[in-house]
């Protein structure tokens, strides 16, 4: 069994940053996706950047520029560090720990807010 615990989120004004983390704990495969979405009300739940176990990563288009995903396999750790954010963004952010389509785990969500 698998956990996952975000954290760092937080109410911040536009054009702020905020870096949130997320750690994965329990029986780990060694290869494995770590992957951020979010889901603002009223909306779908959408992928917003994604990195594999060796760190190939891939940021959606429409944060690209803003946001970095980046990854710590010693401390089964990502992160996404969100700069220049806006109102928009605000979400709640889910870290999704992604092995194959029969096993994956989400976590709790950690809650984001963009002033403007």
């Known amino acids: 069994q698998v956990q996952v615990v975000e954290s760092g989120g937080g109410l911040v004004q536009a054009g702020g940053s905020l870096n949130l983390s997320c750690v994965a704990s329990?029986?780990?495969?060694?290869?494995?996706?770590m992957d951020w979405y979010r889901q603002a009300p009223g909306k779908q739940r959408e992928l917003v950047a994604g990195?594999?176990?060796?760190?190939?990563?891939n940021v959606e288009d429409f944060v690209k520029g803003r946001f970095t995903i980046s990854r710590d396999n010693a401390k089964n750790k990502v992160y996404l560090q969100m700069n220049s954010l806006k109102p928009e963004d605000t979400a709640v952010y889910y870290c999704?720990?992604?092995?194959?389509?029969?096993?994956?785990?989400w976590g709790q969500g950690t809650q984001v807010t963009v002033s403007s």
């Open positions: 999704q720990y992604w092995r194959d389509t029969n096993d994956y785990t």
């Open positions: 329990g029986r780990l495969s060694s290869f494995y996706l």
């Open positions: 990195i594999t176990s060796d760190g190939v990563s």
